[in-house]
């Protein structure tokens, strides 16, 4: 049996994915500061990972198989950006050293799209679409610039280090419980994100079902060993989560902004051109998202399984 230890398990992804791997036959450890881990884990623990020796603490006490960190500051600018930096940072380094230190064999790191640097103030425009792992990051906040480097920490232990790593960024996660009206996290709910495209035009409309996301988790633990070491993966649904086609919503989102002079449209490696936000969204017709799981796609195998068309239609 696999022991896994989650940290973060009491958070909108956490929970659900102590109860996925629970149901494929883990032996999974809670690890959060907060109550609210499922019962379906074997044992929990309050630690604060944020000081290195409970982190080396917690994994000699264990001895785990695997570590998914998903332990966080989970939002932007909920508490002061100094805290939000500091605190996620430190949960990286502690979280990638005690584990590689002491024998875990694998470690996977939550990070987040918001690295890409959608939302700036000054303006933002993808370089191209959909976005994949090679799009250049431009974090400007103090949560996106934590998780980035998260990512490099992560990168940075699996350069000289027996134990595999990978990162995750996971899109907008949707609790179960959401789809049936419960506020998500940014405080609104997905009915409103629907009915008022400006609520989720900031993040691109990107979203994906926690359990989805914690499927893709589960394939990844068992696929990381035959995996290069530090690799990244994007997390999303099959589709936005917006009533339209990406190709109307995007230019009112973002209306103002224009790409400058030598980026390119489409898939990345194209020929450099200048366009405006109507070009670069051209070819996210219909159902398509911003951001594409393809590299999950094609290195895991995994594909979401789950819409907001559906989850909301059953209820």
Known sequence: MTRTLVTGSAGRLGRSLVTTLAQAGHEVI????????????????????????????????????????????????SRTDGLTFRTNTQLAFNVCQAAGNLGVGRVIVASSPTVIGYGAPSG???????????????????????????EQTMRSFARDSETKFAAVRPCFVVAPEEWAGAPTQSGHTIADRLDRPELAGVSLFNYIDARD?????????????????????????????ARRPLAELLPQVMPATETPAGVSI?????????????????????????????????MLGWIAKRSWRTELEIR
């Open 124 to 150: 933002w425009t993808p370089n191209y679409l959909p976005i994949d792992e090679e799009h250049p990051t431009e974090p400007w906040n103090s949560y996106s610039l934590s998780k980035l480097v998260a």
């Open 30 to 77: 809670g690890v959060d500061v907060t109550a609210g881990t499922p019962g379906e884990a074997a044992a929990t623990l309050p630690a604060d990972l944020t000081d290195l020796g409970e982190a080396y603490d917690v994994m000699a006490r264990f001895r785990p198989d695997v570590v998914v960190h998903l332990a966080a500051i989970a939002t932007p600018f």
């Open 213 to 241: 996301a914690s499927d893709m988790i589960s394939v990844l633990i068992e696929r990381l060993p035959g995996l290069p070491n530090g690799e990244v993966f994007f997390a999303g649904a099959a589709d936005a989560l």
């Open 266 to 298: 489409g898939a990345s490696g194209e020929a450099p051109v200048e366009a405006s936000v109507e070009a670069i969204a051209s070819p996210l017709t219909g159902t398509s998202p911003a951001f594409t799981s393809a590299k999950a796609e094609r």
